[in-house]
């Protein structure tokens, strides 16, 4: 019996993401940023970030982080590609992988969208420079590929053990990725925010893809 498909959610939520920043691209825009960037909520932010400072041991755990949620999407590639070496089918592949495979493009094209669609910069300069701020990418890639692989674990990790550590180190990664941008200091609060709205949005899409077609 196929699942209930409702897209009320993923419309919801990719509505408040798009809602959210256009806020923060229009609405209290000052010259706060590092040589004189343009933030948007500026008073949120700004108090935010004299609060927190910068602390750059949270940004290198950060980015360590940030390695191991991309495993996470070379562990489902590898699944794929074992798949098509016994199967010698593309078609015979998971439909299950096929979905996680365009969630995975679709993830790569937001990401790339906001490097040439720049809505704020950093609070700190990157080597001398600026550099583009919103959504914060760690903390939309960390809730994206950690969030994707958690429910299909179960499908290709037979070994109960290995299936908990799985589980629970991808949603630790996850909660600490998150927290650990937020204390970094390399993003203004909102692109943290930010970045979990529009994550939330395209794993609700993702939920609807699966429903759909796995």
């Not at 590929?145 to 908990?164: C, D, E, M, T, V």
């Not at 990725?177 to 692109?191: E, K, M, N």
Request: with cysteine; proline share 2%; glycine share 8%.
């Amino acid at each position: 019996m196929k699942k209930q498909i409702n897209m009320q959610n993923p419309l919801i939520l990719s509505a408040a993401a798009v809602l959210f920043t256009l806020l923060v691209r229009f609405v209290n825009v000052q010259l706060i940023g590092p040589q004189e960037s343009k933030v948007g909520l500026a008073a949120l932010n700004g108090t935010f970030a004299k609060l927190i400072g910068v602390h750059k041991s949270f940004y290198v755990l950060t980015e360590v982080l940030g390695i191991i949620a991309v495993l996470t999407a070379v562990f489902f590639a590898a699944v794929g590609l074992m798949q098509l070496i016994k199967r010698k089918d593309l078609r015979k592949v998971d439909a299950k992988i096929w979905v996680q495979g365009g969630f995975y493009v679709v993830l790569i094209l937001v990401y790339l969208f906001f490097e040439v669609v720049v809505i704020n910069y950093r609070p700190v300069l990157e080597d001398g420079k600026l550099a583009a701020s919103y959504p914060s990418s760690h903390t939309l890639a960390a809730i994206c590929l950690f969030g994707a692989a958690i429910p299909l674990y179960r499908y290709y990790i037979r070994n109960k053990a290995l299936l908990s550590a799985a589980v629970i180190g991808s949603a630790a990664c996850l909660i600490v990725t998150v927290l650990g941008r937020i204390l970094s200091g390399y993003h203004w609060l909102t692109d943290i925010l930010g970045g979990v709205l529009i994550a939330a949005a395209l794993l609700s899409w993702l939920e609807y893809a699966r429903n759909r077609f796995t």
